[in-house]
Each structure stands twice: as structure tokens, then as C-alpha cells.
């Protein structure tokens, strides 16, 4: 009986293996099942075990099938689909490394060619200086790095301008793909399979020039339609306009342009081009768009119509497009140009003579604009809000149009200045006709009943890193910008007189909320709408918001891009901004200025800041001067500020007064800020000699330590920071708060660390408005005024707990405080008053 229930057993038990493997066995589908499984995977690629089952009972072609043979096949499609995908990647990745490793071994053939003609040339000079007799010349060994000159009368009928069209052609590929210019490589733009391109700038040419090689996944008509287009991609172009356009006799067109150019500042004028664009096919089917200067400033437009131009000269420049095997596009661009420096002020003229400028804004551009295109346009660029990127791209260029329109302020637009109060450091300018819709629509538009005001000012700054600048005014609007002028800017864009919030009496919180709305692909430029929190006064409106909502354009926060300008541009708008919103954009644009070769020993600047933070790192943490990029030090940089405010008619000077003064406290608060992140590290005895009222941050901070040591006994930092620069930051992150003040009739605060600021809810620039007896409640005061005699003799005493004040109005409680005098190097000296809040919370 045993043996028989064993054996059931056994059977069983093989029953149940045999079926477990005929349900893993392969299953053939009909095209049904599959029809209805693709289905499924479309709208869930992972479904569920109860889906899996559900399946099933729902659809009867599928019953005969078990769930797992279903999970099974949802495992092999998410396969295959990764599979697929991975080729797909794998395929692209191949093509643009096999169009990259094209474009290095033509660079290489160019570079090879160049040393052969070096070494022609410099056997040539060994023969002249060996036989100084013999003037015998090899004419093939020439450079041809001269561009000959065409004559005046060739542009006077069409052959000429065919004539010029093929020499301009020629000598544009000569430095596109020959030796006609003597190429480097870009500062800090290394080729590679993740590079936009292959960058280079001229070494020693006439005027400034610059090169840019890339793969786009473009056709050759596009990317000529685009790059013909110039106002769309290059943000300091005004205007473009092509005055006569006939086709030439090889399938070509020749067109000739006018173009102006902004001014990158307000110290110098605009520019303008008067050209002949050629473009043409070659026979290899390489597209072609090649563009030089006509003649000197009388060709071209009215003399009125460029009167407040100086005119430039552009050198054969343009694009060379070849077709890729496969899709897209090899593109070579060329800019050269004659920037005439000797017509802007002489501290200018690095600008104007930088080839490193040329290609961060013409050249580098223009492939990073034609490569967004191309991402834009396969799908690969996700955008915030759900905004389109066109739009976005749109909003960007008004923004930049719009405080470039600002800085230049043309008369054609209808601006004219205003008279200046005998100080010259702000310009104020006005425009009567300006209307804030920059759409078709004129529904959206609001027709002030006066008008615009500018007020611009520029300014030089000195070893300032312009990315960090530019990144510390975008995290900390707080230190620099006035909230009420915001709300009124603000308020002035609604169209009815109810819509004023911003006239209402509000306390700003401090805050701001960044929202990213989108960025170019290498992050070099930021769209992003900024809210900044504010609260009604008024307590019949203390539930009601009085938020203000920014859109915002920031570029150039990367310190390693060499020769990048550094923008913060920004506009009021509604919260939920229309898609053809007015826009009346104020900021800042700081502009490096490459030093020369003299300027090495240029002194450093004699205003130092008073806080211990000048050789701390605001925000976020940076990367100072590695690998290619260049020092911070000894460098220089000029800061252009643009703030446009509406105004009525009636109100037009007082507008006036307002903007002058709010530039002028923007103007001081940003120089302190730059004298605040500046990397000046350094120690006294580097700079020039500084008098006890002012001393260095390193000097203060030893200043402040060592009195503390010597009245007290004790060390206030750790025995392993006090040494070097690391006493500054191991002083600014020290968990008491640590403040010090003058010693005045009305003693103020001149230096406080990070805790000390989180204590009095202030900021850096609002420091030094506060003064001692703001802070102190009934108790505290009684307690400093009894001990005062104790710490002026004695050096230092200790305060009982008690209770002290923000600027916030709220209590902060604290267990101990401390006292000491600070004396200065002579230890006779008292430079201020420290104090030391222990244990510090908000009650």
C-alpha cells in the first residue's frame, strides 16, 4: 500500500515538471495576437500581473496563452525596443565620429601644408641672411596671407561684382580649408566627439578672425537659409537689409547688404557693414555663402541713414556646407573682420581687437544657434511651462533686442537724452514713441500716455571674474535691487488703473523662486521666469499676494569660456504671460577685456571692501583658473547697466530723478558686491599699503582672532585654521554669530559672518545701515551700557542671556554674548567692537 502511494506520488510530481515546461516552451503568435499585444505594449510596455490577466479575459484570441508566456513576451518587445534603440544611437555616434575624424584629418592635411610652406619660408630667410647679396625671391614660398585689394570702379555694373564674387569665394576658401590664415585653437575648446566643433582663432593676421568646424544634422538650403539670417542668431545684430539681389551667370545670386551692428556698451558707437554676399554652389555639391566689404564709409545707404554708425570693414568671410553621406551636414565658417579700434576710447580696444570676442559672438554662435535647431527640430529638447522652443527662442530675443535697444538708444527709434544734472555717471534718456508690444497684435499692447525712460551708466571693474558676478546678481536680487521699484515697473505694465498692486504699500520677504522655462544646449544661456515674494502691508489686503514675476535671460556663467560676455537681462510680466506679452527689459552686461602684455603690473584697485567676505566665494561653488582657463587676476572688465522704467507725461521728472538715483544705488551696491567675490586673496604686503581704517579681509581677520586670544586666553578658532587664508572662511562659517561694529557717536555694523546675518535677517549691502542700538532690547541695552566701562579697560567682557532684535522684527534669544575690543597691527589701536552671540535661536 505504501509502495503504491509513493508511486502516485512520483507521477504527480512528474505531471506538474512536465507541465511547468510546456508553459515555458516557445509560443508561435498569429498576426492577431501580436496586433493586439502591440496594443497593449503601446500603452503600457510593463504591464502589471493583474493587467497581464485582464488581458487575457478580455481578449479571447489571447485565452489559449498562460500569463506567464505573456510576461515572457513583453520581456523579449521591451528587449528588442532597447535593442533597436541602442543601434539607432550606435549608428548616429558612428557617423558623427566619422565625420569628425573627416573634419581632423582635413585640419591635419591644413596643418601639414602650413608646416611645409613654414619650412619653405624659413629656408628661404636662411638664404637671404647667408647671402644678403643675392635678392633672388622663390615666389611660390610667398604667404598668402595678403588679401589683395579690388578696385573701386569693379562695383559700379555687374560683371565687377562678379568679378569680386569669385575672388571673394577664393580667398574665403583659402581660409576656410587653406593656409591663408595662420590658425590656433580656441582658449578652452578642445575638439571632440561631444564638442560643438572645432574652434580656432587668427594668431597674426590682419584685423580679427575666427573659424568654427561641425557636424550638423541639417541639409546644406537650411542651414544657408538660417545662417543668412544673421539677426536671428547673432543677438548684437540691429538690423539686416539687402538692397539689390540678381542672380549671376554659374547658378549663383549676389546680393548687396547693409547691416548694423549695437554697440556692446555705452562707451562706444555702433557699427555697420556695407557687403556683397555671394552665394553659390560648388562642383563636389558643397554649398557656399561668402560675403566681404564693398568699399570705405561713402557706399552704401544715405549718409543719414548711418550717421550714428562707424563704418567696418569685413574681410572674405562665410559659410562652406557639405553634404554628409547618410544626412546632414559638414559646415566650415569663417569671420574676419576690421573692427576700426581706434574710434572707441583706448581702454576699450582689447574688445576690438580680441579674435576671442569674434568667435564667442559670431562664430561659436552661429553653430550652437544651427545646433539647437537641429536638436530642436528631431525632438531631443524638452522645454518648461509647456512653452514651445520657438517662442521661447523668441522671448529670448526680444529680451536681448530690447536692452540693446536701450543701451545704443538710436534717435531713428525716437530716443533723445534728457538734461543731466551736472553729473555724468548716469544718462538719462527718453522715448515718447515707444510702444511695449513688440507683436502684431494690438490687443495685447499697452500705449503708455508718456512713454520710456532709460537710465544707463557703464563702469570699469577690476580682477572681477564676470560669470561670477553675473551668476551672484541672479541667486541674490536681494543685495543689489529695490523691490518697490520692481513693483513699479511692474504695476505700470497693467492696463487698467485697479491692476496696481504694486503702488500699495508691500514688504518684500527676500525670497525669489527661479523656474526654469529652457536653455541652449550647452547651457551657455538660461530663459527662466523669476517670482519674487511680497506681502501687503495694508491689513484690509494681508491674505492678498503682491508676488512679481520676472522673465529672465542669463549667459556667460561658465568662468572657463574665454572671451564670453556675461549678461543678466530681465522684464516684469504677468504671472501667466501671453505668448506676445510687452517686454521692457533692464539688467547687466560685463564684457572681459583681454589684458595686454604691459598691463601685467597694472596696480590693483586702491578701493578695497570692508567686509572679511572679500576672499570668500559667494554662491555656488567655482573652479578658478584650471587647465586652459586663464588667471582671474590683474584682469579687466567693463560693467554697461540699463534699467527703463514707463512713465506718464506729468510724471516724466519725476520718473527721471528716480531712475538716475536707483541706477546710482544699483551702480554702489554691484561695486560692492564685485569687491565682495573678487578673488583678492591676497595678502597686504602684494597690494598697495592700506591705513588701519581700512584694512584688508585677511588683515581684519587676524585682527579680529588674535584680540580675541589676547584678552580672553583662549583661541576663537581651531587651532589648525589659524593660519593662512583659511582663517577668513573657517571665521565667515563659524557657528556663532560674529558681528563688529564702529566705534562712533552712532556705532554701526561693518563686518558680519554668515550665522551673524542669518541672525539679523540682512544681507551684505544692508549691513552697514544698521546700527548697534537697533538690535538690543530694554534689558540688553542696560546690560551693554553698565559693562561698556568694563570692556573699554578691561578689553573685553561677557553679556548674560537676553534677548536681541533682527531687522525683521523678530526676537532672537541667546545664552551668552561676548565683547572685545579689536585692536589693529600696533596692539594700541582700537579698530572696532566684536561681539559673539553663543547659542543664538529665534524665539
Known amino acids: ?81 532597447k535593442q533597436r534603440k541602442e543601434a539607432s544611437r550606435l549608428q548616429t555616434v558612428n557617423r558623427k565620429l566619422t565625420a569628425m575624424n573627416k573634419l581632423l584629418m582635413e585640419e591635419n592635411d591644413r596643418l601639414q601644408k602650413q608646416v611645409s610652406q613654414l619650412v619653405c619660408e624659413n629656408g628661404y630667410m636662411r638664404q637671404q641672411l647667408q647671402n644678403a647679396s643675392a635678392a633672388t625671391t622663390d615666389a ?119 547691416t548694423q551692428i549695437y554697440a556692446p556698451t555705452t562707451l562706444a558707437p555702433a557699427r555697420d557693414f556695407w557687403t556683397l554676399r555671394y552665394t553659390t554652389s560648388l562642383d563636389n555639391g558643397s554649398l557656399v555663402v561668402c560675403e566681404r566689404s564693398l568699399s570705405g564709409s561713402g557706399a552704401g545707404p544715405s549718409a543719414a541713414a548711418a550717421s550714428q554708425f562707424v563704418r567696418a570693414e569685413m574681410l572674405p568671410s562665410g559659410y562652406l556646407i557639405r553634404p554628409c553621406e547618410g544626412g546632414g551636414s559638414i559646415i566650415h565658417i569663417v569671420d574676419h573682420l576690421n573692427l576700426e579700434a581706434w574710434t572707441v576710447p583706448e581702454v576699450l580696444r582689447p574688445l576690438y581687437e580680441s579674435s576671442k570676442v569674434v568667435a564667442q559672438k559670431m562664430t561659436i554662435a552661429a553653430l550652437r544657434y544651427i545646433r539647437q535647431i537641429a536638436q530642436e527640430t528631431s525632438g531631443e529638447v524638452v522645454y518648461g511651462l509647456g512653452r514651445q522652443p520657438a517662442l521661447l527662442r523668441t522671448f529670448s530675443q526680444r529680451l536681448s533686442r530690447g536692452f540693446n535697444d536701450a543701451i545704443n538708444g538710436f534717435i531713428d527709434d525716437g530716443w533723445s537724452l534728457m538734461n543731466c544734472d551736472g553729473a555724468e555717471d548716469v544718462i538719462v534718456a527718453v522715448n515718447s514713441t515707444k510702444n511695449l508690444s513688440a507683436t502684431s497684435n494690438p490687443s495685447n499692447s499697452f500705449s503708455l500716455l508718456g512713454g520710456i525712460l532709460c537710465a544707463r551708466a557703464s563702469m570699469l571693474l577690476q580682477n572681477v571674474p564676470p560669470a561670477v558676478l553675473v551668476r551672484f546678481l541672479r541667486e541674490h536680487r536681494s543685495e543689489w535691487a529695490d523691490f518697490n521699484v520692481d513693483a513699479y515697473s511692474a504695476a ?125 566665494e559667494v554662491g555656488p561653488a567655482t573652479n578658478h583658473a584650471t587647465g586652459d582657463a586663464p588667471s582671474c587676476h590683474s584682469t579687466r572688465s567693463v560693467l554697461t547697466i540699463a534699467f527703463q522704467f514707463p512713465f506718464e507725461n506729468n510724471l516724466q521728472d519725476n520718473v527721471a530723478n528716480m531712475a538716475r538715483q536707483y541706477v546710482r544705488s544699483v551702480i554702489s551696491s554691484v561695486q560692492r558686491v564685485a569687491m565682495a567675490i573678487s578673488p583678492s586673496g591676497l595678502s597686504p604686503s602684494v597690494g598697495p599699503k592700506l591705513s588701519p581704517g581700512s584694512p584688508e579681509a585677511l588683515t581684519l581677520a587676524h585682527w579680529i582672532c588674535q584680540s580675541y586670544s589676547f584678552h580672553l586666553g583662549t583661541e576663537l578658532l581651531q587651532s589648525d585654521s589659524a593660519g593662512g587664508d583659511s582663517v577668513l572662511k573657517h571665521l565667515w562659517h563659524h557657528q556663532d554669530a560674529i558681528l563688529c561694529c564702529s566705534l562712533k557717536s552712532m556705532p554701526v555694523f561693518i563686518y558680519a559672518n554668515q550665522a551673524g546675518l542669518d541672525m539679523l535677517e540682512t544681507t551684505l549691502v544692508a549691513l552697514q545701515d544698521i546700527t548697534l542700538d537697533k538690535i538690543f532690547d530694554e534689558a540688553g541695552h542696560r546690560a551693554l551700557c553698565s559693562d561698556f566701562t568694563k570692556i573699554m579697560q578691561q578689553g573685553f567682557a561677557y553679556l548674560p542671556a537676553g534677548i536681541c532684535m533682527s531687522i525683521m522684527g523678530r526676537h532672537v534669544s541667546y545664552e551668552q554674548a561676548i565683547a572685545w575690543k579689536v585692536f589693529a597691527a600696533e596692539e594700541s589701536t582700537v579698530h572696532c567692537l566684536a561681539f559673539s552671540f553663543v547659542n543664538w535661536s529665534f524665539v
Open 140 to 258: 611660390s614660398c610667398e604667404s598668402v596671407v595678403t588679401t589683395p585689394q579690388h578696385s573701386l570702379r569693379d562695383a559700379n555694373n555687374p560683371a565687377g561684382l562678379l568679378s569680386i564674387a569669385e575672388e571673394t569665394l577664393a580667398e574665403f576658401l583659402s581660409k576656410a580649408t587653406g593656409t591663408a590664415v595662420d590658425w590656433v585653437q580656441m582658449p578652452g575648446m578642445k575638439p571632440g566627439p561631444d564638442s560643438v566643433g572645432i574652434f580656432a582663432i587668427s594668431q597674426s593676421c590682419s584685423g580679427v578672425a575666427a573659424r568654427a568646424c561641425g557636424l550638423v544634422s541639417l541639409e546644406p538650403t537650411k542651414i544657408a537659409e538660417i545662417l543668412k539670417d544673421r539677426p536671428s542668431w547673432f543677438r548684437d545684430c540691429r538690423s539686416l537689409e539687402v538692397f539689390t539681389m540678381f542672380p549671376a551667370g554659374n547658378g549663383g545670386t549676389i546680393e548687396l547688404v547693409y
Open 1 to 81: 500500500m505504501a509502495m503504491a502511494v509513493a508511486h502516485q506520488h512520483r507521477e504527480s510530481s512528474s505531471g506538474s515538471i512536465n507541465k511547468h515546461l510546456d508553459a515555458g516552451k516557445y509560443v508561435r503568435y498569429t498576426a492577431e495576437q501580436v496586433e493586439a499585444l502591440e496594443r497593449v505594449y503601446a500603452e503600457c510596455p510593463k504591464p502589471s500581473s493583474l493587467r497581464r490577466q485582464q488581458l487575457i479575459r478580455e481578449c479571447p484570441i489571447l485565452s489559449n496563452i498562460e500569463p506567464k508566456q505573456i510576461k515572457v513576451w513583453f520581456q523579449n518587445r521591451r528587449c528588442r525596443e
Open 492 to 616: 505700470s505694465l497693467k492696463a487698467s488703473s485697479y491692476a496696481f498692486p504694486g503702488m500699495r504699500p508691500t514688504r518684500f520677504t527676500g525670497s525669489q523662486i527661479i523656474m526654469p522655462l529652457g536653455h541652449t544646449i550647452e547651457h551657455e544661456e538660461m530663459i527662466e521666469v523669476i517670482r519674487l515674494e511680497g506681502h501687503s502691508l495694508a491689513q484690509e489686503d494681508a491674505f492678498i499676494s503682491r508676488d512679481i514675476h520676472l522673465l529672465q535671460i542669463c549667459s556667460g556663467v561658465d568662468e572657463n569660456a574665454v572671451g564670453a560676455c556675461s549678461e543678466l537681462v530681465f522684464a516684469p510680466i504677468d504671472e501667466m504671460f501671453p505668448d506676445d506679452a510687452p517686454l521692457l527689459p533692464s539688467g547687466f552686461r560685463i564684457i572681459p577685456l583681454d589684458s595686454k602684455s604691459n598691463d601685467s603690473q597694472d596696480t590693483l584697485a586702491t578701493h578695497r571692501t570692508l567686509d572679511l567676505t572679500s576672499s570668500l
